[in-house]
């Protein structure tokens, strides 16, 4: 599933118009039918029904929809803003489509007392006022009407982009509709993954109105979200003459003696997650309280590290922020013929080394959550979440990494700028320990995937997964540990493999 900006939606649109020559009209037929259809199996007799329609496209969609409700034995009362006269192009064409099929328009401008009273009375609310086509701040008169959908107790349904909320995701301080649910036609758009725009959608459903793929690839998108279907097909499978040494030997640097949980999640992670040898690097003084807990690990003391012979490095969770730990992460960045990743701490030492990330060979895979990321471009947290695909994307193509910017909906940048967007995992996760689990799974993904990208995503997914299965099978977002979300590897990943389709 394809996630597009504004302009990137426009462009689709042109072309499948343009070139392939589904005409706007029958375009915007599908996308009402789909509104439609989705609504129609839920839609009670006689249930009232207020929709709500803008000037452009997305009221055009709209009055597909309400002829389509105009058989349907509701109640509907169809609400225009603007004057019927200003209404232009395929929103005409089916604004007369409607009438002639014996719908009857209102204008909010000239009845508002009984617009008002119209959408105080109604079940159901179909807003359709403004979708892609909206920028910047709503004119007064669409703010006004905004308020009123959001005051009134009808389930309110939003046709393409809650209206008010910037498609492309820009911050934005003014009203917009809080949807209950959104029907978003073909593409997701980038609004829908971040703050504070996403707050708006309710539930989402990602609707076909039937553009070729080919109009998608044209338009040069290159996002997407990553689903269950993506894991299946591209889990690895162990070759039946394999050894242990077949399936990574790596090398985690975690721990400090305030922080010693980390380095226990992270590898417990890494072995659950199928790495074939592990050697933990931990401060000698740690090194016995964690050790009884990790039989499977090797350690490898901090004063005799040995990279020769590894397959990959981890380095980062709860590491500390001593001067000497920045040695560590430089030497892991400049013993560049294995993957490495680099977490928390890690990442606090970059700013002063972003030169060698550039420079090395093998891939680099940084984990920041947005304070980390916020600190790797000396800017704010606030800075960051305004724009965290552009953040994204700019730091992992100028530097060659994969960055995995962390947060609901983690987004995953390659460095050629391609991305990836994560909507597993829940407010669970908001707790200590849940990161280092995800680097010890991704240490391990990493390890045993011939394609970083994949393996990345994988990991993403499946530390979402985890916090999403243990809320529907007992726990609550509360209560969820570091420690149950490595234990619960084992049936989500037997999960995926069970249907795994290559
Ligand atoms: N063929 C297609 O493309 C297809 C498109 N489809 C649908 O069309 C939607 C996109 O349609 P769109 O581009 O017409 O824009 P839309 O979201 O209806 O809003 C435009 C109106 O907003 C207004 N406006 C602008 N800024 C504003 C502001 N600050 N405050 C208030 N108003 C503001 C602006 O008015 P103006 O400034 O010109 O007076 C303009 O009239 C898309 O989301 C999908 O639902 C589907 O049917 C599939 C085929
Ligand atoms: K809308």
Same mark, same amino acid.
């Given at each position: 599933m394809h996630v597009v900006s504004r302009e990137e939606m426009q462009a689709i649109d042109r072309y499948t118009i343009g070139q392939i020559g589904l005409g706007g009209p029958l375009l915007m037929e599908n996308a009402g039918r789909a509104v439609y259809d989705e609504l129609a199996p839920n839609l009670k007799k006689g249930e009232k029904i207020c929709v709500v329609l803008g000037k452009g496209n997305n009221g055009g969609d709209g009055f597909v929809a309400a002829r389509m409700l105009l058989d349907s034995g509701v109640d509907e009362e169809v609400w225009l803003l603007p004057d019927p006269l200003e209404i232009k192009g395929d929103a $005409?064409?089916? *604004?007369?489509? +409607?009438?002639? $099929?014996?719908?009857? &328009?209102?204008? &909010?401008?000239? /009845?508002?007392?009984? %617009?008002?009273?119209?959408?105080?009375?109604?079940?159901?609310?179909?807003?359709?006022?403004?979708?892609?086509? +909206?920028?910047?701040?709503?004119? #007064?008169?669409?703010?006004?009407?905004?308020?009123? *959908?959001?005051?009134?107790? $009808?389930?309110? =349904?939003?046709?393409?982009?809650?209206?008010?909320? #910037?498609?492309?995701?820009?911050?934005?301080?003014?009203?917009? =509709?809080?949807?209950?649910?959104?029907?978003?036609?073909?593409?997701?758009?980038?609004?829908? %993954?971040?703050?504070?725009? !996403?707050?708006?959608?309710? /539930?989402?459903?990602?609707?076909?109105?039937?553009?070729?793929?080919?109009?998608?690839?044209?338009?040069?998108?290159?996002?997407k979200v990553w689903r269950e279907e993506d894991v299946r097909c591209t889990l690895p499978h162990r070759d039946p003459f394999s050894h242990k040494g077949s399936h990574g030997k790596g090398l985690l640097i975690a721990g400090s003696e305030q922080m010693s949980g980390a380095a226990f999640f992270s590898a417990r992670a890494a072995l659950r997650s199928g790495i074939g040898l592990l050697s933990l690097s931990v401060p000698d003084e740690v090194r016995p309280t964690i050790a009884s807990h990790l039989p499977e690990t090797m350690f490898m003391p901090r004063s005799a590290l040995d990279f020769q012979g590894l397959s990959g490095i981890a380095i980062g969770p709860g590491l500390g922020r001593e001067p000497e730990q920045a040695d560590l992460?430089?030497?892991?960045?400049?013993?560049?013929?294995?993957?490495?990743v680099i977490d928390a701490d890690g990442i606090y030492y970059l700013s002063g080394m972003t030169e060698l990330l550039r420079k090395r060979k093998s891939p680099i895979v940084l984990t920041p959550h947005p304070g980390e990321m916020a600190h790797l471009l000396g800017t704010s947290v606030s800075e960051v979440e305004k724009s965290r695909f552009d953040v994204s994307k700019q %730091?992992?193509?100028?530097?060659?990494?994969?960055?995995?910017?962390?947060?609901?909906?983690? &987004? &995953?940048?390659?460095?050629?700028?391609?991305?990836?967007?994560?909507?597993?995992?829940? !407010?669970?996760? $908001?707790?200590g320990g849940s990161g280092d689990v995800l680097t010890g799974i991704l240490f391990a993904f990493l390890l045993q995937h011939g394609r970083t990208l994949d393996a990345v995503c994988n990991a993403v997914y499946l530390h979402g997964a985890l916090a999403d299965d243990l809320v529907k099978t007992g726990h609550s977002q509360l209560d969820v540990l570091a420690t149950d979300l490595i234990e619960h590897i084992p049936p989500v990943l037997h999960h995926l493999y069970q249907k795994a389709t290559c």
């Open positions: $005409a064409y089916h *604004m007369n489509a +409607f009438l002639k $099929a014996g719908g009857r &328009i209102r204008t &909010i401008q000239e /009845e508002r007392e009984a %617009f008002s009273q119209s959408i105080g009375e109604a079940d159901l609310v179909i807003d359709a006022l403004l979708g892609t086509g +909206f920028q910047g701040t709503p004119y #007064p008169e669409c703010l006004e009407v905004i308020d009123q *959908m959001n005051q009134s107790k $009808a389930t309110v =349904v939003s046709v393409d982009l809650p209206s008010g909320v #910037p498609a492309n995701g820009e911050f934005f301080s003014h009203h917009a =509709v809080a949807a209950d649910l959104t029907l978003t036609l073909e593409c997701p758009k980038l609004a829908q %993954f971040v703050q504070p725009a !996403a707050r708006c959608f309710g /539930e989402v459903r990602t609707l076909s109105i039937g553009i070729p793929e080919v109009s998608v690839q044209q338009a040069g998108v290159r996002r992460v430089r030497r892991v960045l400049e013993y560049d013929s294995v993957p490495c %730091f992992a193509e100028k530097f060659g990494v994969y960055l995995v910017l962390k947060g609901r909906n983690t &987004i &995953i940048t390659a460095p050629d700028g391609g991305q990836v967007v994560n909507t597993t995992g829940n !407010a669970a996760l $908001a707790k």
